[in-house]
């Protein structure tokens, strides 16, 4: 899948502010979301500062947690976290 989306966005993300923070944010929210757990204000909050991450705060605010999986992992490969 992630062969399919690299192209598309090759050149049109934008670069991680914090890569150190936001693989530690990230960690984190895999954890919980792999626990079907909902994710702390703190990392919503957090989440929101991040470039491209509508899709993937909707997702847990709408507790998708599944999907939102999906969404963090092709950030995670895309940013290279």
Avoid: C
């Amino acid at each position: 899948m992630l062969d399919k989306i690299r192209p598309l966005v090759s050149g049109g993300v934008p670069p991680v502010p914090d890569k150190e923070k936001t693989t530690k944010l990230f960690a984190e929210l895999s954890t919980l979301l792999k626990s079907n757990r909902l994710a702390e204000k703190e990392h919503i909050d957090a989440l929101r500062q991040l470039p491209e991450t509508a899709v993937l705060v909707r997702q847990i605010e709408y507790y998708d947690f599944k999907n939102a999986l999906v969404t963090l992992e092709v950030l995670t490969q895309i940013w290279d976290l």
